[in-house]
């Protein structure tokens, strides 16, 4: 993204923070508006001939459309929205953030443009920053629907997994909305997943080493009380026990050249 970096080196101040905040608050208050009729969502959503025949505020107006027709879940979607937005803004900045977000906007109007007869909403827009927050915060725990406790890269996994799946078998103006969705995910974190997937393959190949080594030192069944070579680490080795005075009727286990020194030392001792 070393493009984006640029433009943000040009134009540091571009960008509004806590933009979604306010979208989140716009998406509140015309979900009460549709509930009272006094402002339908099939007057806002992104239509190619509505646009074309003056209609231009829909360009704006589908980023304002919510996913929930309830209003709990609707309290739950706009809960998770300014959580991800806000932990986008965090990592990255209010610069990346409005140019993703607007960029995800961008390329939801084009395909509206190119599909005749269809109306498009908001949803894969901000399905896309929802995944953005799970690829920079995949162990982040959510109650789901304020009950149960899940991590965010396993939604993150069930939801694009569903998203493949309409990319497979959905209608066409489906399958364009969630290409563009993906497109526009995979634009800004194509770099991110790949530095993650290598990250989890050497922390994985670490533990691996790290479990080996473990099991190489623990699991024996002899080790020598002067060298420590066990028989796991040394299969050839011999040992035997020694239950002198010295060394108690439970006996100390010895590899036979450190036994027999043992032994030597002991007569030593005894006979001088």
Known sequence: MKWLDRLETRYPHWGLEGLIRYVSFLMLTVFFLNQSEMLPYHMLYLHRDAILSGQVWRLFTFL??????????????????????????????????????????LLTITGAMIVPGVQFGSYFVYLSLFLGFATLYPDYEILFMFILPVKMKYLA????????????????????????ALGNYLLFF????????????????????????????????????????????DPELQFRYCTCEECGSDGVPFCLEHLKAHKEKRDHLNNP
């Open 64 to 105: 304002l459309i919510p996913a929930s027709t309830n209003f709990l879940f609707l309290i739950f979607e706009l809960s998770i929205l300014v959580m991800c937005a806000d932990g986008l803004e965090a990592r990255w900045g209010t610069f990346k953030l409005t140019a993703y977000y607007v960029t995800g906007a």
């Open 157 to 180: 996994l069930l939801s694009g997994g569903l998203m493949l799946y309409q990319l497979a078998f959905a209608a066409w103006p489906i399958k364009i909305a969630v290409g563009l």
């Open 190 to 233: 194509s770099g991110e997943a790949i530095a993650a997937a290598r990250s989890n393959r050497a922390r994985s190949i670490r533990m691996n080493e790290f479990t080996r080594a473990s099991t190489r030192q623990t699991d024996f069944r002899h080790q020598c009380n002067v060298c420590g070579k066990t028989d796991v680490s």
